[in-house]
Structure formats: structure tokens, C-alpha cells
């Protein structure tokens, strides 16, 4: 679309006003700043530029293609967010053309953000702990840029320059850098991190060649570090800080050192650094140079290969630990047993010793009972034959070599197990089945004689013994372990082992993933005996084929899944499986067979018998026994022994009575004299304190000095006796030597600087060392160490190790090597104090506070070594550009080179330009002129002063005097006049500035002074500015005088200008000026005069026409603006008006055609002449409301006979200069509700009311009224329709009630029937409920049956005046119907009753009692108690009118009921007036049919009226529902309204009103009470729609009625108290 929208529409507006028809000047914009690029966030300036025409006073800016109203100025500043924006303007001035083209339009891009880049200036990679990196950051396009530097992504505020420099730790870092523009919000995108990977620091590695060398040959040893940058090196001897330095016999060349002629002196310890910028690498390890005269003798190791700790000789191992087997590791009876001990790593020279190993519960898992003792083999392994073994049993072994007997570690303990039952333990199985499935249940349980705890459940499985209670998923009761769960981590063999040293039988289970198992004994069979083999399935099959193997062979095939051996024999041993359909298989399983035993305990009585009956069997019995069970005769045989009480015997292994902490030790005792009893238990003593029980052995794990002291034992045997007390052997530990850490140089310790380390241990030489940093282990060192120190704080500790004992010592308390910070250079310029100029020189000075003797200074200018300069001071030669400096110290002490200074940056100023003003210029004749010449601030300049662009400088004379930077000529003369420019000048620093650019001193011969006034002919309280002015020149102050030059002047003013504001006419007359300055005082001539006249100012007055302050919308209003004081006319005229920020409004008058709400406010108006101004009038203020609704108010609202009826008509808001017209409001069904009928037009009032007599109407009749106003006649809206009520039938139309009784019952139904004579249809039944007016059938329950609605159920809504309207415009009489809620009504005729007829009054109760007892009142007052509820008045009269009521019981009371009297005479004058009223209407009808004849005869047959809100005429309207005739014209009768034509729509579809109802009093021949009333207000709904039993709630009237009134005295007539004010809102859709 372009700018066609709002751009060019504006122009052509104004074209079409303006009427101009050349074309308009085009804009322009332009950017004003910033430069490109721009940047998202970048504030731009644009100008609107528009040739030809200077007064452009209001812009019209456009932001794609919308105008952009927050600036209206020539020039704006827009935020830029991104490129999709596009600029446009144009401009407005007051003269022609008006408005400017519109501009084309600018699209601005806008760049993305550059991202910054960060480069490595210096020094290269690698890159080392404490070396200074200088990093730079890059950004493009502008150089108006700061920098922010993160480190690690952490913002770091120490540099905010492009160069930046950043000390190195020993940790990798990431740099990154952004840019943020001066004086700018932007900042670049943050550059990419750049990593700087730290090189830990290298240590140097020392070669010596040839090593050892003899005397007088030449040795090199050459020093390097790893690939890198090249390293220049440092020599050092004998562990000193003394470095080797070039001599005569001592060259260095690079990385060597080369010793030529070696003499002996040169023999000692060598070791080297590398040093690289101010990094110094580790220092090698030392090398022993060795000067030798002969060659030396080779020593040999013996004995070779592998050697132990306690060995004399290094290549030390670990403690071996032998390994055990046994062979086989199941028994079957008669079997020997075969043990195999082997000490691995190839060693030899060992013997070896068997052990028993029996339970040893609960101290420890077994004890060791010695079998055979130190079998001395050649080799590294041995074996023991055990013969025939019965019962389950565990074996131990260890090995010994050397003559003092090193002992290897015990073996792990092994086993052979057996399946058959123990005599004193045994192991049972619950299911008593070897093989299990997985997540099957089990328990196991362990039985011994006579005691059933004091048990352990072991496992073997794969390599591991476990204890099976404690390891695994288990529950333990009693005896007994439930696995409840098993896995395959079950499997393996089960046996028990008791607190007494015994073993149980052992069984071996198998836990089976598979589905199959085979359930086979799990303890050995006896021959003969029935076995049965089953092949279980987890899930069966119905059908299963099953084969049985036997060691891998099939032997049946069974479909019951099972196999049964009768009689089991040896031959049926072997492995067993079974498979399922050939798919699956079960684990196999060992079927054991024993043969039939005879008890031992049998065999004494056996060969008893034997002997008697066979001597020969017994011999062979006892040979097959002696082979057989060999150990069972021997106990037999040899129980008798007699010999004397055994003695204990403690011996020590190793057999030292001297140990160290730490060390092992095994105490053993031995029974000497019993040794024919095996089974001992042995008990030990340590300082007559008992310390524990074993089979043969103490151990001592871990020796500490608690464990020192005298030891003896003693043994128990199996049958409870007890040897002798072994002799006491002592034991004595010594504590293990401390290592120490000794460091040197001593503290304190700097970072990078590298510590000698050494560990001393007391009493022994032969330590190898073993070093622990932070506890950790630190391997590659000696007995001294070398570290390298870094930043933080870290302990050493050590421990040795030797051969011989004791072995180790104790590892040394931690040494903690605090790091102390290095001394800080600093960096200060000693001399020429800021600001620096190129090309000058400064002196720098490296200050390190610690220590003084620091001989060499290195310095860096941007972050490179400057070595031009290695002193203390340095003097640096300054560029045109700033540069950054620092240094470090070095020493030939520790420290040996300081931390680097922070970086000092020495910004460089560019040469200052001098600066001179001459005051005043031009100069007069005899005046002093000032030259004064300046250079920006800094040091203390001294100045020179030139003329005439010569070279000399001006002295100082008796008319020139100089003083600082000033150059003071008094008197000038004429030779003063030329050219003048200075220079500064910085003596002491041979600085000179650029020199000033010239200024000509003009000298001059008089000074006039010339005055001015802004205006000559002013206003009381206008503003005049008079202006003096001397030509030429400045620095003038003025005085100013009026009247004469002689009086004191008025005032004076620093400035050329003096204002002032008259207040009265004669401060008006005639002004002269004066000039003068300089010191002494120069003045200039007088002014010639300047005359102001001063006259008083006019005033303007607002004024109303018509002088309404409060008007309504739609009415016309002029305000008229006069200026009063003056006679001059020729004005030009300015208003303020509400919401006006401007006064634009130039007429006279200001006319408000059609006024809005927006109108109200204040008014004032001014004059304006030339440049003079009227003083503004006083504000009037208007007020417009909303098009007002007058209140009708109708009294009285039921009619007497004969009474008149008053209708007042009010509008509200206190508005004046109304006239009223009042309409008679009939029936129009079915279009309209109402028809209007003019009663009275226009009365004129000069208020806001009107009031209209109607002469005793005498049926129910509605009427409304409308107010105007105005020349051209503005018109309220209608009032809402009021109504008065006739009791007495109508001829044409009338009401009847079905129960003819105003009262009812809740929930009783009734029927009310319209009567039209001639016609049953075309009626409305209407009800005024409280203030609501209703169409019944259409907003009640009800139904409509012809002529008749019937309600048939009351409530106490439908209580209230009925009447019915006809289509024909005629209102019927009205009844009063009253719903009551309580159980009590009074029947009483709904009709006004005749006088002399007779009237019956019922009090009817719901539920009648059977003897009732019932209270008459009228009019509050008792007249008649009654047991029948009736009460007859035989012949009523107008005495008898009143309200009644009656009570049931004095408790329950019925609505009050009014009786309407009438007079015989009432009724006949009323069929009388019909009558006379209908020959009336004929005549008038006759009449009114001509009149208009003649009428469109002359004007035409179109009839006007006007519309409600417009005035606008129209044939026929309808406003709100109401149908107006003729509005304009004196009325002419009735003719119906069609809704919508040509009506105004008004402010809403409601129309509220106000109607209040007077009392009026009844003549005085009536007597009677005031009514009664519940209510105040009464809430009504009415209809104005058309009538129809379907009509909803929106076709309503709503009305608040408001009842005011005042009682009547009890002389005055009864009246029916009427309401005053009804307030109503009229529906009209």
C-alpha cells in the first residue's frame, strides 16, 4: 500500500481545504547520527528536511506506513530493534500549501552485533606457571569500544583495556572478552573462550659423560628440558644454590658443561635447571661425578634372583603365602590322603610343616595342630601322605628357610570332606535330596551330641569358604539354616563345624537354573539297600518321556520319570542325570555307595568270642584290622600307659626373645611326656594373666609394646587332664625407629622455588625410603627428595624399609610446607608527573619492598621483555601512543625472582593547543584591554606573547603588563590595533604547546550606545523589551533611565536587554540607555530616546444566545465574544474550549449546532490585534445533559363524580423557558399501544412546569405530555403514560369479575372478561401493580378462552387495578383485585355498589372453624362481631363507604377492601353525558373532516410532524410505542403512529419518568377516611407492544412509584391516598 494511507490522504485534505492547486514541496529524512553501522538498541536521529518554506511548525512522522504520534518535531530520535522498519515524514505550517508531500521512505539496517575475538599477543605456547600472557580483544567497526574480560566465564574487573595481561597458574583457563560501545547501551557478542592448557613445570634431566672419569680427562654434562621454546640453562654442585659459573676449565655452551683437565676437586654431586622468560624448570636429578686414578673393581649380588625382607641382600618381594592341595577332596574309605605344599616366584631353600586345622570357635576360625614339621626340600614345594582318613578334615602349611628361620605366611586352609554321619556331629538336609531348583526352600541342620549350638554352617564353593548363615539369604533357628530363596550361589559343599573342634559329615548341593533336576540321596547309600532315582520338572508335561544316565551313558528310559535301583551295590556308584524329551537336562549328581561296617566299639568283644572258638581267625582278623583301621588298634593297644605327668614346652617362631612392633610372632606349645595323646588344648599365660586357648599356637598378628612380658602354657587333654606349667619364656618388643622429614633451604618456601627433601632414620643404614605426599604415595625418590613447590600448602611424610629387622620403621609426622607468597614488584614513575607528552622521557623505578639485594631487573613494555634495560630505574622514551610496563627482581638468594608488578599504563597526551581571548574586542581609545592565554590543565605553564605574526615575543612596558597567563594594555591607542597569539611553554621539560591560533584587536574612537524597543504603543500589563546595543562590541553592562538622562537611572542590567510589564498608563514615556565596562570604568555616549505610550487593555465578555448555561443533546447553542474598553473593531478572536490544548477557534461567535456531552465545560474568549491581546473574559460554564423525559404526575387517580382532574407536566435538571403540550393517551390495538390526542399545545412558562385542568372526566382515561423550547423548537421526549380510574361501567366497553369480590386466596383462580359491545375481540386487559403496568395474559399464569383471561392460580404478584382497553381506543372501568397470603379474606363486591341496594360482606377463612367468631371494622374501627362471618347492609348509603376489613378469633386478619358508593343521580347523569358526548364527537368529527379539506386544498395533502428528538417533519411518527399526530400544527385529531419513521433514535430504549400524584380532596357533601396503604412504592410493568397472549417480558414498562401523602384529619371526606412521584423506564423495542 506505500504511503497512500495516511500520508497522501493528509495531503490531499489539505489540498481540498486549502484550495491550493500547485503542487506541495516534497520531505526528505535524513540521518543525523549515528554513523553506520547501527546496532539493535542504537538510538537514531532523524530530520525531517522541507525546501522552500521556513516555517514548518508541525511534522507528521510514519512508521510503516503508521503514524507515529509521540513526536511532531522537525527532528526525532527512534530506539532500533530490527530491519523491518521503514521512516517517512511530512510537515504542516499555517500558510500556503499547508501540507508538504510525503517523504520517500528510508529503510535503516540494522547489523547484528560483531562478535568479539581474543588473540594471544605474547609470549608463545608453550605456556608455563607464573608466566604474564597478554591477551588483546577485537571487535570491528568502531573503535569507541570498552572491554569486558571474563575468565572461566566469570567477569574479572581487573582490565578493562583492549590489552590485557593475566598471570598464569597451574591450572588450563578460558578467556573471553566482549565490547561495550561508549556512552551506548550495546554490547558484541561475547567472543569464543580460548583455552590456555597450562604445561606443568618440566624438570631438567642431567647426563654425564664419561662417568666415572679418570684425571686429566675432559667430562661433559649436558643438561636438558622437554621440546619447546629454547631453554638457556643453570649449573649447580654438591646440593647448593651456588651456581657454576665459565671459568678456565669450565665452558658453557648452550645446554653442556664441559670440564676439561678433571682434577679431583671436581668429583661431587652435579644437577641443572632450565630457565625460560621468568620460568624456572625443576631441577634434575643429581649425578655423582666420579674422578678416579685407577679403574674399579665390579661387585657381584649372591645370592641371585628373587630375595624376602628379612633377606640381606635387596630385590625384596612380599611375605610369601604357600599354597595347599589336597588330594582327593572327597573320601572314600581306605583312601589316603595326599597334601602338597608350594611356594611360588621360583624361590628354593624351603622347608615345610603340615598342620591339622580344627575348629576353634568362637575366638577364631581354626587352630593349628602340627602334623610334620619342616620337611626340608631343595625346591619350592613338598607333599605329606596322610593314610586312610575317616572324617572330614582341614589342613594349613607354611614353609621356613634359612638358618635363622624366615617363615612364610600359613596357607589358605583346604579340605577333604566326607559323607559319612560323625559319631558326635552331623549335617542333615531337609529334603534329603542333592539338587535344587532355583527359589526353592532349604534348611540345614547340625546335631551334636548333646548340645545343639556352639555350631558353625560352612560353604565351599568354587575357591571361597564362607560361613553359610552369615553370607547368604538365611534365617537361623536354633540349630537349623532355612535359605529361603537359593540361586546358583548356593551350589557348593555343605558341612558343620563345632565349638569343640569337630567336623560334620559333608553333603554337596547343587542349585539348577534349568527346569529339570534329578532328585538323587544326598548322603551315601548303604549296599542292599532300595534307591529311587526321579526327573523332576519345574512345569511337567502329561506325557513326559524321561532318560536316565549313568557317568554319561543311558541306561533307562522311563515315562513315570523316575528310576529305581532294588538293591544298590558298588557297581551302581557314579555320576547320574536325566533328560527331559531329549531337550532338557538335568545337573549330574554322585550316587555314593558304602559298604556294611562293623562298629569299632564291637571289635574288643568280637575277638574275645574269636579267641576262645579260633585263634587262627582272630590272627587274620587282627592283619586285616591293622591294615584297615590302624589308628583305632593303636589307641586300643597302647591305653594303658603309666607313664609319669607331661611338662609344657613354649617355643618362640622365629625363635627371638626380642621383636619389634609389627612383627609376627607365633608362640607354640608343646607337651613333652605325652606325646601319645595328640588331642591337647593348650592355654596361655602372659605375665600370670590367662590370654587365651588354641590347639598348639599363639599368634601375634601385629606386635605392639602391650604385648611385651613373661609367657608360659600348659595342656589339656581329651580326657581332662592337665600337664605341667611350661618355664616362662620372656618377651620383649621394641618400638620401630621414626623416620623424620628434614627439608632444606629452610623456610620460608616460594612458589616454583624447588626443596630438597630428606628422610633420616636413627640406629640403622641400610633403609630404602618411601615417600607419601598428602598421604599418598609418592614413588621415584631416594632417601633425599626433590619437589618443586606450588601455590598451595602441602604435607611430606616417609617411612623406611630394610632387610634386616626391623624391617620397616614408623612413617614420620607430616611435614607441612607453607607456600609464602613471592614479593610483589611495583612499578612508579619517578619523575614528570602527569600528563605525559611524546617524545619525552620518564623515569621508571622497580620497587621490591622484601629484601634488598635484588642485582638484576627484568622489564616488559606490553607484555615483551624490554631488554634495554636490567637496572633498578629505567628511563623510557614515550611514544605517540600509551603503553603498558612492568618487571620482576632476581637475587642470588631466596627468593630468586620476585612476582611481576601490576601493569602501570603511562597514557601519552598529544602536544596541548594555547588558547587565547581578548577582552573586550573591539577596544576604544583610553579603554584597558585583557589578553589572556590558556593551555589545558596540567603542569604549571609559563606563556609568551607575539604581534603581528612575528617571532619576537612582547616585554613587558609602562602600558604592557603581563602577569601569569594575562597580557594587560591600559590606555589603548591606535598603534595597539593588530594581530595577537601566545604559546606555552613547560621551562623545566623543554615542553612547548601548539601555539594559538590569532586574534586582531580592533581599536576604535567612540562608543554610542543605540536603543530599541520590541513595541511602541503597549497594554497595561504587555511585556516591552528595550535592547541597547553598542556596535561591535561586547562586554557591556547598560544603565537605563526614563523621563531625563539627569535622574538616577531606573536600573541597570548585566545584560543588553531590559523588560518590563506597565501596571498602569503612567509608567509609559520616554527611555535612554547607557553602556559601560572594563576596570577602570569605560562609558559609552547616551542613547537617543525611544517613546513607549502605555493604554489600558481592553477586556472581552462571553455571552449565551439563548442564555441557557444548561442545554441538552441536540440543541443549538451561540456564544458570542465582545471586547469592551476599546473602539477599536478590527479584532481578531481566540477561544478556549474544553478539551482543546490549542486555540484555533478565530470567529466571533462560536456556534454549537448539535450539541454533545463533549460540549460541557468552560468558555472563555480573548482579542488579539497585531501583537496586542484583550484581557480573557470570565469562564461561563455549559453544561449539557442527555434529551430529558418530563414527569407527569395525574391526581387524583381514582375518580369521584364530578371530580376534576389536574395532570402536571415537569421537566427536571432546573432548566427554564419550557412550554408544554398535554395528550390524551387512547388505545391504538394492535399496531401501537397508545395513540396520542392533543389536549393542550405549548402552554409557555418560564420555569420548568406546567399544570392542566380537566373538568370531571368520568371514565379511566391515560394521558402523557412533551416539552419544547427554542426558536427552532427543541422537544423533550414524551412523559410515560399516567392514568386516572373509574369504578362505574362504561357503555362500550367494560370489566367484568367471575367471583365479583376484590379479595382472594392464594392459589384460588379467577376469570376477568373484557365486554365490547357489538365485538368480543380486539381488547388488552392491563394491570397496575404497585408502579408496574402489565399486559395480564402475556406476563401472568393464565389462559385466554375468547373475550375471558382466566388466572388459575393466584399468587400475591397478581394483586393489583385491572382494566381493559379496547382497539377502538376506549379504557373500560377498573377493579381493584387484593391476593392474600394469610388464610383470612373479606368478600366485598369488586364494583362500586348503588345507594339503597343491599350488600352482604363474608369473611371467609380457608379452613373455617366450626363456631367462628368474626370482627367487622371500618376504617380501623370495630362495628360488628358476628358468629355467621356474614354481615349484611340492608340499604347502603354514602354513609357506608370505607375500607373493611374483618378478623377470625382476634388472631387472624384479612386485607382491607375499599366500598365504592354511588348515588342513583351519578348514574343516570352518567348515561346522560354518554350521550350528549357522542352527538358532541359527531358534530366535531363533521367539522374537523372539513377543516381539513380546506386545508390540503392550500397546502397540499402532506401532513407534517415532527419527529421527538430531531424536529425533523415526517407524515406520521412513532416514538417509544406512542403514536404522535400533527406535532408541530394545533391538533387535528387521531391518526395512528407507525413505529420507525423518521424518529431520532434517543439515548437508549428506555424512557424513564417521574410522575407524582397530588391528593385531592372530595366535596365536601362525601365523608369518609383516608385510605390506607401496605406501601409506599410501587414497583410496575408496562406494556407498550403490541397486545398478544404470546407477549414476553421485554414488551414491559418498568415504574417506580413513589406514595406520599399526609393523613386526613378524621373530618375531612375519604379520600384513597394517591402516590406522588412514579419513577418508570419504558421498553420500546
Known amino acids: 500500500m506505500g504511503l497512500t494511507s495516511p500520508c497522501v490522504l493528509l495531503v490531499l485534505s489539505a489540498l481540498l481545504i486549502s484550495g491550493n492547486t500547485q503542487a506541495p514541496p516534497t520531505a526528505t529524512v535524513n540521518i543525523l547520527s549515528p554513523p553506520d553501522p547501527l546496532y539493535p538498541g542504537d538510538t537514531v536521529t532523524l530530520q525531517c528536511d522541507i525546501s522552500q518554506y521556513e516555517d514548518w511548525n508541525y511534522y507528521f512522522w510514519f512508521i510503516n506506513d503508521q503514524e507515529y504520534k509521540d513526536c511532531t518535531s522537525k527532528t ?51 605456556h608455563y606457571p607464573g608466566d604474564l600472557v597478554t591477551l588483546q580483544c577485537d571487535t570491528s567497526h568502531h573503535e569507541d569500544w570498552s572491554y569486558i574480560w571474563f575468565i572461566n566465564g566469570l567477569q574479572d574487573n581487573s582490565c578493562t583495556s583492549k590489552i590485557c595481561s593475566f598471570d598464569l597458574g597451574f591450572y588450563p583457563v578460558q578467556y573471553s572478552c566482549s565490547g561495550r560501545r561508549s556512552g551506548q547501551s550495546q554490547t558484541s557478542q561475547q567472543s569464543p573462550d580460548i583455552s590456555i592448557t597450562i604445561t606443568a613445570f618440566l624438570k ?344 536316565f544316565y549313568k557317568d554319561g551313558s543311558l541306561i533307562r528310559k522311563e515315562t513315570t520319570g523316575e528310576m529305581t535301583i532294588p538293591a544298590v551295590s558298588q557297581s551302581d556308584k557314579g555320576l547320574y542325570k536325566c533328560t527331559y524329551s531329549d531337550r532338557e537336562e538335568s545337573p549330574q549328581s554322585w550316587l555314593l555307595v558304602r559298604g556294611t561296617a562293623v562298629p569299632v566299639s564291637l571289635l574288643p568283644r568280637l575277638l574275645c568270642g574269636l579267641l576262645v572258638t579260633s585263634p587262627f581267625l582272630v590272627t587274620t582278623i587282627l592283619l586285616l584290622l591293622i591294615k584297615r583301621q590302624q589308628p583305632v588298634l593303636s589307641a586300643l593297644l597302647i591305653s594303658g600307659n603309666t607313664q609319669g605327668k607331661p611338662k609344657a614346652v613354649v617355643t618362640l617362631h622365629p625363635d627371638l626373645q626380642q621383636i619389634f612392633t609389627g612383627e609376627r610372632l607365633t608362640l607354640s606349645c608343646q607337651i613333652q611326656g605325652g606325646e601319645y595323646n595328640t588331642e591337647w588344648w593348650y592355654f596361655f599365660k602372659r605375665d600370670d594373666v590367662a590370654i587365651g586357648r588354641s590347639r598348639s599356637e599363639l599368634k601375634i598378628e601385629s606386635a605392639e ?198 601493569i602501570l599504563s603511562i597514557p601519552v597526551t598529544a602536544l596541548p593547543k594555547a588558547t587565547l581571548t581578548v577582552t573586550p574586542n573591539p577596544v576604544y581609545h583610553g579603554e584597558t584591554v585583557s589578553l589572556k592565554c590558556s593551555v589545558e590543565s596540567g603542569p604549571a605553564w609559563s606563556y609568551r606573547w607575539y604581534k603581528d605574526r612575528t617571532e619576537i615575543p612582547l616585554k613587558q612596558s609602562g602600558r604592557h603588563r603581563i602577569s601569569g597567563d594575562s597580557l594587560t594594555i591600559s590606555k589603548v591607542e591606535s598603534s595597539d590595533q593588530g594581530q595577537y597569539w601566545c604559546t606555552g611553554v613547560i621551562p623545566s621539560r623543554s615542553i612547548s604547546s601548539t601555539q594559538s591560533g590569532s586574534i586582531t584587536m580592533i581599536v576604535k574612537a567612540v562608543a554610542t550606545a543605540t536603543l530599541q524597543s520590541d513595541q511602541t504603543d503597549i497594554y497595561t500589563d504587555d511585556r516591552v523589551t528595550l535592547t541597547c546595543t553598542v556596535e561591535g562590541s561586547s562586554g ?18 548585566d545584560e543588553s536587554t531590559y523588560s518590563f510589564t506597565p501596571g498602569s498608563v503612567s509608567e509609559g514615556g520616554q527611555f535612554w540607555c547607557r553602556g559601560w565596562r572594563g576596570d577602570p570604568v569605560f562609558y559609552t555616549q547616551y542613547s537617543s530616546p525611544v517613546q513607549i505610550n502605555v493604554t489600558a487593555r481592553p477586556y472581552a465578555v462571553v455571552t449565551l444566545k439563548p442564555n441557557w448555561s444548561q442545554i441538552f443533546r441536540g440543541e443549538s447553542v451561540t456564544l458570542r465574544c465582545d471586547i469592551q474598553g476599546t473602539e477599536d473593531t478590527d479584532w481578531e478572536y481566540e477561544w478556549w474550549r474544553p478539551g482543546d490544548s490549542t486555540s484555533r477557534w478565530r470567529e466571533q461567535e462560536y456556534k454549537i449546532i448539535k450539541a454533545e456531552k463533549s460540549h460541557s465545560g468552560d468558555y472563555k474568549c480573548g482579542g488579539k490585534r497585531g501583537h496586542h491581546h484583550s484581557g480573557w473574559s470570565s469562564a461561563v460554564k455549559l453544561r449539557v445533559r442527555d434529551r430529558p423525559q418530563p414527569v407527569l404526575r395525574v391526581s387524583p387517580s381514582w375518580l369521584n363524580p364530578g371530580d376534576s382532574v389536574t395532570l402536571s407536566c415537569e421537566v427536571g435538571d432546573s432548566s427554564t423557558g419550557w412550554s408544554f403540550s398535554f395528550y390524551r393517551a387512547a388505545p391504538s390495538l394492535p399496531d401501537q399501544p397508545y395513540s396520542l390526542e392533543l389536549l393542550s399545545d405549548r402552554e409557555q412558562t418560564t420555569g420548568n412546569s406546567s399544570t392542566l385542568q380537566l373538568a370531571a372526566p368520568s371514565h379511566t382515561a391515560g394521558y402523557m405530555c412533551r416539552a419544547g423550547r427554542g426558536e427552532t423548537v427543541y422537544y423533550s421526549d414524551y412523559s410515560n403514560p399516567q392514568f386516572h380510574w373509574s369504578g362505574d361501567q362504561h357503555s362500550s366497553v367494560s ?104 350488600v352482604t360482606l363474608r369473611c371467609r377463612h380457608k379452613t373455617p372453624p366450626s363456631s367462628p367468631k368474626v370482627d367487622f371494622y371500618k376504617d380501623g374501627n370495630l362495628i360488628r362481631k358476628e358468629t355467621t362471618g356474614e354481615m349484611t347492609i340492608p340499604a347502603v348509603s354514602q354513609s357506608d363507604e370505607g375500607l373493611y376489613k374483618c378478623t377470625y378469633s382476634d388472631r387472624e386478619e384479612s386485607s382491607q377492601s375499599w366500598l365504592l358508593v354511588r348515588g342513583r343521580g351519578a348514574v343516570l347523569s352518567s348515561s346522560v353525558g354518554l350521550v350528549v358526548g357522542l352527538v358532541v364527537t359527531g358534530v366535531l368529527l363533521f367539522l374537523l373532516i372539513l377543516l381539513l379539506l380546506v386545508w390540503r386544498k392550500f397546502k397540499g395533502a402532506q401532513s407534517s410532524a415532527a419527529s421527538i428528538y430531531s424536529q425533523s417533519q415526517s407524515t406520521n411518527h412513532v416514538v417509544d410505542g406512542v403514536q404522535i399526530a400533527n406535532q408541530n400544527q394545533a391538533p387535528g385529531g387521531n391518526a395512528p403512529l407507525q413505529h420507525g419513521q423518521g424518529v431520532e433514535a434517543g439515548p437508549s430504549d428506555l424512557t424513564y419518568a417521574q410522575i407524582e400524584l397530588k391528593k385531592m380532596k372530595k366535596p365536601k357533601r362525601k365523608t369518609g377516611k383516608q385510605a390506607e396503604s401496605e406501601e409506599d412504592t410501587i414497583y410496575s410493568m408496562v406494556a407498550t407492544g403490541p397486545s398478544s397472549g404470546d407477549a414476553g417480558a421485554d414488551d414491559v414498562i418498568y415504574a417506580q412509584i413513589d406514595l406520599k401523602g399526609k393523613k386526613a384529619k378524621k373530618s375531612d371526606m375519604l379520600t384513597t391516598r394517591e402516590p406522588d412521584a412514579v419513577y418508570s423506564a419504558v421498553k420500546t423495542g
Open 76 to 126: 526525532c530520535s527512534f530506539k532500533l530493534v530490527h530491519n523491518n522498519l521503514q521512516y517517512s515524514c511530512s510537515g504542516r505550517r499555517s500558510g500556503r500549501p499547508q501540507d508538504s508531500y510525503c517523504s520517500d521512505i528510508l529503510s535503516i539496517t540494522v547489523t547484528a552485533l560483531p562478535t568479539a575475538t581474543v588473540n594471544i599477543l605474547s609470549p608463545p605456547a608453550p
Open 204 to 547: 631438567a634431566t642431567l647426563t654425564v659423560t664419561p662417568n666415572p672419569v679418570y684425571h686429566g680427562e675432559t667430562v661433559s654434562l649436558k643438561c636438558s628440558v622437554e621440546s619447546g621454546p629454547a631453554w638457556s640453562y643453570r649449573w649447580y654442585k654438591d646440593g647448593t644454590e651456588i651456581r657454576v659459573e665459565q671459568s678456565g676449565r669450565h665452558r658453557i655452551s648452550g645446554d653442556s658443561l664441559t670440564i676439561s683437565k678433571v682434577e679431583s676437586s671436581d668429583q661431587g654431586q652435579y644437577w641443572c635447571r632450565g630457565g625460560l622468560r621468568s620460568i624456572i624448570s625443576r631441577g634434575s636429578e643429581s649425578q655423582y661425578l666420579i674422578v678416579n686414578a685407577l679403574p674399579t673393581a665390579t661387585v657381584n649380588i649372591s645370592p641371585p634372583a628373587l630375595h624376602y625382607p628379612e633377606d640381606t641382600v635387596t630385590n625384596l618381594l612380599d611375605r610369601p603365602q604357600p599354597v595347599l592341595r589336597v588330594s582327593p577332596s572327597w573320601l572314600n574309605p581306605g583312601d589316603s590322603v595326599t597334601l602338597s605344599c608350594e611356594v611360588g616366584d621360583s624361590s628354593t631353600g624351603w622347608s615345610f610343616s603340615f598342620y591339622r586345622a580344627a575348629p576353634s570357635l568362637p575366638d577364631q576360625p581354626y587352630s593349628v595342630e602340627l602334623l610334620s614339621d619342616r620337611e626340608q626340600t631343595t625346591g619350592n614345594s613338598s607333599t605329606l601322605q596322610l593314610a586312610a582318613p575317616s572324617h572330614t578334615a582341614g589342613y594349613m602349611c607354611r614353609a621356613g628357610r634359612g638358618e635363622t628361620v624366615y617363615y612364610s605366611d600359613y596357607s589358605n586352609p583346604q579340605f577333604h570332606w566326607s559323607g559319612d554321619l560323625h559319631s558326635s556331629v552331623s549335617l542333615s538336609v531337609s529334603t534329603n535330596r542333592s539338587q535344587h531348583l532355583v527359589s526353592e526352600s532349604v534348611s540345614l541342620s547340625c546335631e551334636l551330641k548333646g548340645n545343639s549350638t556352639g555350631w558353625t554352617l560352612r560353604r565351599y564353593s568354587g575357591s571361597k569358604l564362607c560361613t553359610a548363615c552369615s553370607s547368604i539369604k538365611r534365617s537361623t533357628t536354633g540349630s537349623t539354616c532355612i535359605i529361603r530363596s537359593l540361586n546358583v550361589r548356593h551350589s557348593g559343599v555343605f558341612w558343620c563345624e563345632s565349638g569343640s573342634g569337630e567336623y560334620s559329615n559333608a553333603v554337596n548341593i547343587t542349585v539348577h537354573v534349568g527346569p529339570v533336576i534329578l532328585e538323587s540321596p544326598v548322603h551315601p547309600v548303604t549296599e542292599g539297600d532300595s534307591v529311587t532315582l526321579r526327573c523332576r520338572h519345574k512345569t511337567p508335561p502329561s506325557s513326559p518321556k524321561v532318560d
Open 705 to 902: 609394646e602391650s604385648h611385651r612380658g613373661a609367657y608360659t602354657c600348659v595342656g589339656k587333654n581329651t580326657s581332662n587332664e592337665y600337664s605341667d606349667w611350661s618355664d616362662e619364656v620372656k618377651l620383649t618388643v621394641t618400638a620401630l625407629p621414626t623416620a623424620t622429614v628434614n627439608v632444606s633451604p629452610r623456610a620460608p618456601h616460594y612458589s616454583g622455588e624447588e626443596v630438597t627433601l630428606q628422610c633420616d632414620i636413627s640406629e640403622y643404614e641400610d633403609w630404602s625410603y618411601i615417600w607419601f605426599i598428602n598421604g599418598q604415595r609418592y614413588n621415584g625418590c631416594t632417601k633425599t627428595c626433590f619437589f618443586v613447590l606450588g601455590h598451595a600448602t602441602v604435607k611430606y611424610s616417609c617411612s623406611g624399609r630394610r632387610s634386616g629387622r626391623p624391617q620397616t620403621s614408623q612413617q614420620s609426622p607430616d611435614m607441612s610446607i607453607t607456600i609464602t607468597g613471592l614479593p610483589t614488584a611495583t612499578v612508579k614513575i619517578l619523575s614528570l608527573p602527569a600528563p605525559h607528552y611524546a617524545e619525552e622521557i620518564v623515569i621508571l623505578q622497580c620497587d621490591i619492598l622484601e629484601n634488598e639485594d635484588w642485582n638484576y631487573y627484568f622489564w616488559f613494555r606490553n607484555g615483551q621483555e624490554f631488554k634495554d634495560c636490567t637496572n633498578k630505574t629505567c628511563p623510557i622514551k614515550l611514544d605517540h601512543y600509551s603503553l603498558q610496563y612492568s618487571c620482576a627482581g632476581r637475587r642470588s638468594g631466596r627468593p630468586l625472582d620476585s612476582q611481576r608488578s601490576a
Open 1036 to 1053: 557591556w553592562r547598560f544603565y537605563w533611565y526614563r523621563h531625563t538622562t539627569d535622574s538616577d537611572p531606573v536600573t541597570s542590567t
Open 1295 to 1398: 370489566l367484568s369479575v367471575s367471583t365479583k369480590r376484590s379479595q382472594h386466596l392464594v392459589s384460588e383462580s379467577v376469570s376477568l372478561s373484557c365486554e365490547l359491545k357489538g365485538n368480543s375481540t380486539g381488547w388488552t386487559l392491563r394491570k397496575y401493580t404497585g408502579s408496574k403496568l402489565y399486559t395480564v395474559c402475556s406476563s401472568v399464569r393464565g389462559s385466554t378462552t375468547g373475550s375471558t383471561c382466566i388466572i388459575r392460580s393466584l399468587n400475591e404478584g397478581h394483586s393489583g387495578v385491572f382494566w381493559c382497553e379496547s382497539g377502538s381506543g376506549e379504557y373500560s372501568s377498573a377493579v381493584n383485585i387484593t391476593v392474600h397470603v394469610g388464610p383470612v379474606i373479606l368478600e366485598s363486591p369488586v364494583h362500586p355498589v348503588t345507594e339503597g341496594d343491599s
